[in-house]
């Protein structure tokens, strides 16, 4: 995980497997991350993402609601691909925007 500014914005960009095994990695950074952005729009970039398993859409979908609850919104950045098809095929897609590119997210 690492974090970047793009437009002024902070992009929170992930790499490699978030599964089970990275997942405590992957929700400090979500919740440290959501904490330093609270009531703002915040971006997480999937695009370096080569496996993202239930429990890592879980921890995404756990600081989708911290956001809602303090007024901001996560936005997903991901391309086309087999994540991409993953995350609409289990409906992640319908509980938090997803964007084909870092511009479209920027635009929300």
Not at 18 to 37: G, I, K, M
Not at 49 to 78: F, H, I, N, Q, S
């Amino acid at each position: 995980m690492r974090t970047s500014v793009i437009g002024g914005r902070s992009v929170l960009g992930a790499r490699g497997e978030l599964d089970l095994a990275t997942l405590p990695q992957l929700h400090n950074a979500l919740v440290r991350y959501a904490n330093e952005h609270r009531g703002e729009t915040v971006v997480v970039d999937l695009d370096g993402v080569t496996t993202c398993d239930d429990a890592a859409l879980g921890a995404l979908l756990g600081c989708a609601g911290r956001l809602r609850e303090a007024g901001g919104e996560l936005v997903v950045v991901c391309t086309d691909g087999p994540l991409g098809d993953r995350l609409t095929r289990t409906g992640f897609d319908r509980a938090v925007p997803v964007e084909r590119t870092i511009a479209a997210a920027m635009a929300r």
